[in-house]
């Protein structure tokens, strides 16, 4: 039998897993409640699924540009000149099959085997499984109360001392999965101008913009040109399934993403973008689903310390809370696995998110109904009891 390369040997994504569990325990008809995975409850908004029908039954859907439809590239660019004050020419925006899509370009495009590169711990899993396969380093880089949850200059600094090698790219996710986390306009200008100093490969992770709660919401590109920022239409526009992000480059960068997604992606999906377009204009409703979340997470701020579950990071932004559960457990990944099987609550292991510390913390995703996460909490709470 063939073997399967180095790149291949890369640990699981947890959290797709625990997913993937609880989908099997619901087809076989039990009453499973998911926190596993940041899936909002609600659908796209309604002007992208009338968009999308529309599209549909005029049925003429294909290739678009690499880079995606001039339109909705130059929609995207309309709302950073609305919520941010930014004005964008859209030829430096590329929309991608999601911001996975963009994390690969951007890996690809910026760095070669070998290159280190910053990500903070705990941090969303698929940054350090896709470097990895990828054959880069990852140089994971603690990000405590000490640093507010954050990636700083101080800390990224002495994590290059410490591997006695320098960075070559930085990636840090404003508001964060899975500490909820929001670095501030101060937070991230001091990190672009570490980064430009020492010539280091900034990224902004900005998915989850639209989803703060408390704290300062702002986009590297308010305070640099020179960033590699990623959204995408998943979380705040409630379109995961769509699989529809985008990116914004610097202009002399372009050609060279480019030149990747055509022959990676070809394009992005037609029918997507156009959704995505329509969803745009979709605040009113999306910011109705956003208190929705607010109410979740109050719920949680609550009911998971009384559970004996204490709050690991913040819950500023995003839609999960990050839990130290050390008081009932040492091993994260059995509890999850206990809690499904039990009482048919899906949550993800913290080693999803941190390799050393893990163990002792697990994430759940409030991004359900009210009626489910409160269930989900009564569950927890008696079997705990």
Known sequence: MVELSNRSAIE????????????????????????????????????????????????????????????????????????????????????????????????????????????????????????????LTVVEVEANAESGFTLTPENLARAAAKIGRPLKGVLLASPANPTGTVTGKAGLKALADYCRAENIAFISDEIYHGLTFAGEEASALEVTDDVFVINSFS???????????????????????????????????????????????????????KAAYAANRDMLLKRLPEIGFSIASPMDGAFYAYADVSRFTNDSMAFARRMLAEINVAATPGFDFDPLEGHRTMRFSYAGSIADMTEAMERIARWIA
Request: proline share 7%; with cysteine; hydrophobic share 45%.
């Open 235 to 289: 979380k705040y526009y409630c379109m995961t399934g769509w699989r529809i992000g985008w990116m914004v480059l610097p202009e002399l960068q372009v050609r060279g993403f480019e030149r990747i997604a055509q022959s990676l992606y070809i394009s992005p999906p037609e029918l997507s973008q156009i959704a995505a377009e329509a969803a745009l204009g979709a605040q009113i409703e999306l910011d109705g689903y």
């Open 12 to 135: 699981p994504f947890h959290a797709m897993d625990v997913l993937a569990e609880a989908t099997r325990r619901r087809d076989a008809g039990h009453p499973v409640i998911s926190m596993a995975v940041g899936q909002p409850a609600h659908p796209a908004p309604k002007a992208a699924l009338d968009a999308a029908r529309k599209a549909l039954e005029h049925g003429r859907l294909g290739y678009t540009d690499a880079l995606g439809t001039l339109s909705l590239r130059t929609a995207i660019a309309r709302h950073y000149q609305k919520r941010h004050g930014i004005a964008l020419d859209p030829q430096r925006i590329a929309v991608t099959t999601g911001s996975s899509a963009g994390f690969n370009l951007a890996f690809l495009a910026l760095f070669d085997p070998g290159d280190c590169v910053a990500i903070a711990r705990p941090g969303y899993p698929a940054y350090r499984n896709i470097l990895a396969a990828l054959g």
